[in-house]
């Protein structure tokens, strides 16, 4: 079955810092694309980043470039978001999703991580 | 940026037809993509590239892509069905995924 599974939510200071991870099964890995979607609470879907497989090609949302920084380790079969000066409105349940490439769409979701930003 | 607009709300009773619709500025040359989200679960792809379904979807729902807008419709309608459902492009000026703002399905 394929799968990913999120990691490393939870509550952060405005300004904090916070790392997820995505581990992927049940598919191979490096052979794919993948997002970051985040869902405020109450809110739509809003994608953030996007890494290539097989090269460095990232892509960011403005809210979060300069932020947010995506990377994977096809090694161990996960992706990870590094998130450095949180805000408020940072606060979301964060998705990781596996891209079926630009024609295609987000076919795999992991059930989400909950991040908070609160003082 | 480029922008998708939904309705935020679409009624039909069960076994009527529902057509949710997505605008946005030349669809006609992105591939257009709809996803269903029940309360408290991830996603779930339910439509890939303007009308192919993904293993595992009902053929009562189908999707179409003319002009400036892309079409969702689920025949048939069950209380199932009940859920936020959302369409998605990849946008290749900006090289962004984007959503549009969801449009809420209520079965009556």
């Known amino acids: 079955e394929m799968q990913l599974v999120e990691s490393g939510g939870g509550l952060v200071q405005p300004g904090g810092s916070l790392r997820l991870s995505c581990a992927a099964s049940?598919?191979?890995?490096?052979?794919?694309?993948f997002n970051w979607v985040r869902q405020a609470p109450g809110k739509g879907l809003e994608w953030i980043a996007y890494?290539?497989?097989?090269?460095?090609?990232?892509y960011y949302a403005d809210s979060v470039k300069g932020r947010f920084t995506i990377s994977r380790d096809d090694a161990i079969n996960s992706l990870f978001l590094q998130m450095n000066s949180l805000r408020n409105e940072d606060t979301a349940m964060y998705f990781c999703?596996?891209?079926?490439?630009?024609?295609?769409?987000?076919?795999?979701w992991g059930r989400g991580t909950t991040v908070t930003v609160s003082s | 940026s480029y922008v998708l607009t939904q309705p935020p709300s679409v009624s039909v009773a069960p076994g009527e037809t529902a057509r949710i619709t997505c605008g946005g500025n030349?669809?006609?040359?992105?591939?257009v993509h709809w996803y269903q989200q029940k309360p408290g679960q991830a996603p779930v792809l339910v439509i890939c590239?303007?009308?192919d379904r993904p293993s595992g979807i009902p053929e009562r729902i189908s999707g179409s892509n003319s002009g400036n807008t892309a079409t969702l419709t689920i025949s048939r309608v069950e209380a199932g069905d009940e859920a936020a459902y959302y369409c998605?492009?990849?946008?290749?000026?900006?090289?962004?995924?984007?959503f549009g703002g969801g449009t809420k399905l209520t079965v009556l």
């Open positions: 999703t596996r891209d079926e490439g630009t024609a295609g769409g987000m076919d795999v």
């Open positions: 890494i290539r497989r097989g090269t460095s090609v990232l």
């Open positions: 998605h492009v990849w946008d290749y000026s900006s090289n962004h995924h984007v």
């Open positions: 590239c303007d009308n």
């Open positions: 030349k669809f006609g040359s992105k591939s």
């Open positions: 049940g598919f191979t890995f490096s052979t794919y694309s």
